[in-house]
């Protein structure tokens, strides 16, 4: 080897094989292995910290994952039913049921339980969808990070915030579908911000069309983000085109300037075919039209793509329902149906006061009270259901870790500050990226806008808004990083000693926002519910069984006794009474036939209008959830009806 050659001329030296070829996987890895160790060999205190942290969480989320079982409550009445549906079938199809969600509610991240099912023969694994999920996040966001311009330390802060979120931390050990979504709409970004400066190539148009359908097929509501994201790509890409007419035009009019380089200063090599200014030929002529074709087939491909993937799903629910997005029961449920600007702005008023809540009580009290009756001032009702879910109340209590509605103050307003800073004032994060920051700005408070004017207020809205934090934390990395930035590149300068202060109190901020943020993260893995590593319920005290019921420990063994009777009975087809919030999965595994294969499990009730419901005649036995009223009115007369609080079967005489 020469001399002087450094570690990276001897990576690439061995990385070719015989004839120049590529050498083996191994060698590869191993050039992987030696620029992490230099990364973190170069790394400072502060950074090596970030990045331990980080790791901490994510392998502790990784352990609470594979220890506990599933628990989550959408989970047991739509999420895993859907999936032991589909294995009981054999195929994807539709199936009479009263639960409209096992069939309405997109099935993206179900299709990735359903593999790990099959494969596994159990719900073992089906956490680590969601925890997988979270680790492409803080990858994807890291590199958004990096491509606004950020460095090392920005990346690694933008991480250290989405990784100590406590909604993040507690769905990374879930089998909600939240992170999932958010994943999905963090690689739209991503490739969006690809084009902001290069032609988009069209194997990167295909991987943006996929992203896009995975979106829509795994929640709708993350396709608020992107429909700004690819209009933002899309001028971005029209720009380029006719951006590329100048360099074009002059050298066919006036050749090459002094020195030999283009006119204006625009270079004619490109590094790419996707980089290559389309407006021009080999002799110079200008073709701006062929770039424009070229961004309006692109945009066709991205949609086609899309629908390639949530088409087949889109097609069932419009034939089964005559809409593409379901009854009018789900139509209504979740979508605002007001949109007059006093309701928006109210309905955005609950959003935050929800995302923003604190354990302080009279602050949340205040802030509730100044809304409400700012909203009866302005002539809305708070509790409008036009803008409200359900039969639900303004205000909840959202600060206490619970997976599906805890709070993200601390993420969300450094979030909020610098998508602010980036719009207003985005020299002072980077000079050099002042365009890209301030169109991602925008983006990211248009699809805070939009979620506030199309969804409405509900106690679980923050695991909704879940995708939107994702995109819009790479911008408080950035923030944070440029705070940090100024006062380390002023803190040698011959600055009055207030301004030193006035550094020093914004580094000591900073600081305390991530310690902070750290103990937040800590905490929520530490107690946060319905799986947690200490206390009651820590998924190493608490038996499999007792812990798939933390949500609701006094329905565990009722399901138990129910099913013991059917069992013992001989039943081998089973009717399902039940209601549209109530738990069926346990039911699948009670259930199961000797050999592990499903149990044959028909509804009595149906709200797909072209699937009829089993008669009850034709099942063995039925099992209850719920009502006991409800129940009592399917079971054929001179059957034996039990119930116990929650639960209930029927036989017929002699079993």
Known sequence: ?????????????????????????????????????DAWRTASRGERLLGGVIGGLVLLELLVALLAEPNNFDSQTYHLPKVEHWVAQGD???????????????????????HLRLLTGSDALHNLVQWA???????????????????????????????????VVLQA???????????????????????????TGWGTLLCLG???????????????????????????????????RAPAAALSVGGPSAGGAPAGGASVAATSADEAPTGATSVGRVRPVGGVVRVVAGSALILVVAAVVVGPFLARVTAEFGHPLGPPRLRESIPMERHDPASVLVNALRIGHTAFDTPLAPLRSASADAIIDGADAIG????????????????????YPDEDRVAFPIAGAVALLGALVALV??????PGQVGPLRAYAVVVLTTVLLHTAMLKWQPWGNRLLLYALVLAVPLAGLWLDAILRRHAGRATSTAPTSGRARRSVATLAVVAVLA?????????????????????????????????????????????????????????RIGLVEQNDNWEYPWWLLLRQPDGGSPELVSLQSVLPERPPADPASVDAIVCTGSQPACAKLVPAGWRLEFRGYVGYALPPGR
């Open 425 to 430: 004032r985005p020299r002072r994060i980077d």
């Open 173 to 199: 050990t879930s089998t909600q579908t939240d992170l999932v979504c958010a994943a999905w709409v963090a690689c739209a970004a991503t490739l969006v911000l690809d084009g902001l400066r290069r032609r």
């Open 210 to 244: 996929a992203a896009t359908g995975l979106t829509a097929v795994t929640k709708t509501s993350g396709l608020i983000a992107v429909g700004p994201l690819l209009v933002l790509w899309g001028l971005a890409q029209l720009r380029l085109a006719l951006a590329a």
């Open 516 to 572: 902070t943020s750290a103990l937040a993260g800590v905490l929520a893995l530490s107690y946060g519910f319905p799986r947690r590593l200490v206390g009651s319920g820590s998924v190493f005290t608490t038996s499999d069984w007792d812990t798939r019921f933390l949500r609701r420990p006094e329905w565990a063994d009722e399901f138990r006794w129910a099913a013991s009777a059917v069992r013992d009975s001989g039943a081998r």
């Open 1 to 37: 080897m020469a001399a002087g050659a450094g570690p990276e001329t001897s990576v690439a030296l061995a990385d070719r094989g015989p004839a120049g070829g590529r050498a083996a996987a191994p060698v590869q890895t191993g050039g992987v292995r030696a620029r992490a160790a």
């Open 92 to 114: 994807l199809d539709f199936w009479p049921t009263a639960i409209h969600r096992q069939v309405t509610i997109p099935p993206g991240a179900e299709y990735l339980l359903l």
């Open 133 to 167: 999920a979270g680790v492409l996040c803080l990858l994807v966001a890291a590199r958004i990070t990096a491509q606004l311009g950020g460095g090392r330390r920005a990346q690694l802060i933008t991480a250290f915030v989405l990784a100590s979120t406590p909604m």
């Open 380 to 399: 809305v009702d708070p509790q409008d259901r036009a803008i409200t879910f359900g039969r639900e109340v303004f205000p909840v209590p959202a600060w």
